[in-house]
């Protein structure tokens, strides 16, 4: 990218960098920032800073959170004996979008993948396991249904069986290694009300 500036090339780089975003794209984005007003520019960098500074885990779901502990983990009026146990935020954004599901999250932060070498240390598992030693009745493992979300789901039921709670496992209608985030509202309605215990 020589026939750029330093510094033009350094912006297309570091937009380049982000998924989704080829360097066609970054190279688009890149002039559309140098050509917004000055004021618009200093608004975004302030808030990707911003956003990166002061967003944390929830204390009891590890969802991604500006407070101590998330909205719906506060919300008394939902039920916080069950437990779906979700990979990443954007997948309980997901079920949060449908407005059937009155229960409480466990975020994972990824899936067990042997291949990649992420194991069961690698994503909030004990945390959940420690949720557990409450009160609750029912765990909900609403994983991807690809390699990794199967064996982790696989994982957690094994490990939670012994204490007697019910676990149930999203029906396989969410298509094989589809993001949840992507998959419709009544799709995803229909998987959580087809649930099976496991
Ligand atoms: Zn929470």
Request: charged share 25%.
């Amino acid at each position: 990218m020589e026939y750029y500036s330093k510094e033009i090339s350094r912006l297309i780089e570091a937009l380049a960098g982000l998924p989704g975003i080829g360097s066609k794209t970054a190279q688009r984005m890149a002039f559309h920032i140098l050509n917004m007003p000055m004021e618009q520019v200093q608004n975004l960098s302030t808030a990707i800073i911003s956003a990166k500074k002061n967003i944390k885990y929830c204390k009891e779901c590890y969802t991604l959170t500006d407070d101590d502990v998330c909205p719906i983990c506060q919300d008394q009026k939902r039920d916080h004996k069950t437990i779906m146990v979700v990979e990443n935020t954007r997948d309980l954004a997901a079920y949060e979008k449908t407005g059937k599901y009155n229960g409480v999250y466990h975020v994972l932060h990824g899936a067990i993948s042997p291949m990649l070498g992420i194991g069961p240390s690698d994503i909030k598992l004990k945390e959940l396991m420690t949720r557990l030693q409450k009160d609750v009745e029912e765990v909900i493992i609403a994983t991807n249904s690809s390699l990794e979300g199967e064996t982790t789901a696989m994982y957690i039921s094994k490990l939670i069986k012994p204490t007697g709670i019910k676990v149930s496992r999203i029906a396989s209608g969410v298509p094989v290694g589809g993001d949840l985030e992507y998959v419709d509202e009544v799709t995803l309605l229909r998987a959580l009300e087809g649930r099976t215990t496991i």
